[in-house]
């Protein structure tokens, strides 16, 4: 471990899990490391726990101001390689990590916090953390990270968060240091993880669960293509606004989005890869449920989580038939602090015939703007009066510009209409319009072309329903 002195303690023993991340990162086999097949690769193995995993719950509450409470927990990291991972502190050449919240209440799942990132210095190399070959921690100096060795941040430490998200491309893990922003606000909240008392308070929160995760950003890690797997997560439990305790283990390299299918297994989340600057992958995710109301309409939720993406996310479309009633329509974000630059406004609304699309500025209109950036995790609902379908094509466009216009990736949306949902559409466009008067008119007492009631034949009171109906959505 490391105090706030920098003083290099090798204590006790860690033991990792030789898996792939959830979510499609590669291994160095896959990647190919380096020219000679030489590689790094940094990623989170233990979040809010002391002891190596051994035991121990390491999350910390710092007080409270103005509507905020501060908390931080530790993290360990582990390098998986088979060469020296850098750890220039004071540099742009080393890590930096992040922390962020999660809660899964009454079947929703929102990110509810998140802090400023903690800029790494000295690693040292603890013991126990075995590379795939399992060779060992072997040790080096304050400024690099030995291959198979470990290195600690204590709460107090990941507390002091003093870089700002939004000068960080966590695809390349490039920045420029120094950083151009400080935080700023009381120290009890300034740069840590920052909560809403209402959002964890026990008994304003009845059955909810709570996940904290960790993520370090690992300069040129990219280059390997062993950079879609630095996020873990673990699940704890609030006591109250101050106190805390955790549950269960870290699970390692699998970012906190899977957190809601472990809540719940009928939880889909599936894998999106974008395409960067360069033309190389980065990581994100779109996970969802649809639930019945029980009184004739359904939930849907949906969450777009950005792991690593550089360009990030700047909107969220659905296919919903234009016949099919909405309601209940919410965005949920999250609030930057302590004198971050991005822009909370929210997301905009649009219904435009069969899709429906929550969105904002681009990087172009706006540098600043509410995009879903990395380590970042946002939500869409609603309720809609059908039932599910699956494999409907969802979009999400990029804030940042260059190679495609978004992605895409399958989810549940809700079915078409059924029945005479909509019966003066005679024509199935879903919308009365003088198309569909025309039918009527056309098939007037000759056949059932225009038949809306089911009588067997077209006649006057096909045409009133058509007219009833005129101009009506389907």
Known sequence: MKNLCGLRVAVGALSCVGVLAVGGALNSVQA??????????????????????????????????????????????????????PWYGGTSNTPVIAQNCYRYKDGRFEQIGLSWLKHSFCAISEPGCDTWEGDGCQSTGCD??????ADTY?????????????????????????????????????????????????????????????????????????????????????????????????????????AWKACDPQVTVTDIYTVEEDGGPALGHVAYRASDNGDGTWHYEYVLHNQNSHRSFRSFSVPVPACV?????????????????????????????DMITWSTESHDSNPNGNAIRWATMYTFRFDASTAPVSDADGFSAYFRSGIDDGVGFELDRPGDCLGNDCPGDLNDDNVVSVEDILVVLDSFNLNDSGDTDGDGDTDVVDLLTVIGEFGSSC
């Open 32 to 85: 190919g490391g380096g020219a000679d097949g030489d590689y790094y690769d940094v990623t989170t193995v233990f979040v809010a726990e002391e002891n190596y995993g051994g035991g121990g719950h390491d999350m910390e509450f710092y007080g409270s101001s103005s509507g905020k409470v501060g908390w931080a927990v530790g993290t360990t990291s582990c390098n998986r390689g088979n060469i020296v991972a």
């Open 144 to 149: 690099t990270l030995g291959v198979g060795c």
């Open 154 to 258: 204590w709460a107090d430490l990941n507390a002091d968060g003093d870089a700002p998200r939004s000068e960080i491309n966590a695809y390349t893990g490039i920045y420029n240091y120094p950083f151009l922003l400080s935080p700023s606000g009381p120290n009890s909240i300034r740069g840590k993880i920052q909560l809403s008392p209402e959002d964890i308070q026990p008994e304003d929160n009845p059955g909810a669960r709570y996940f904290m995760e960790g993520q370090y950003v690992e300069p040129n890690e990219y280059q390997f293509g062993v950079h879609m797997n630095n996020a873990s997560y673990k699940e704890v439990s609030f006591n109250s606004i101050s106190s805390s305790s955790g549950v269960g283990s870290t699970q390692h390299m699998v970012p906190g989005v899977y």
């Open 325 to 353: 009633s909405i309601s209940g329509v919410e965005f949920v974000d999250l609030d930057y602090h302590s004198g971050e630059v991005i822009d909370g406004t929210d997301w905009s609304f649009a219904r435009d015939g």
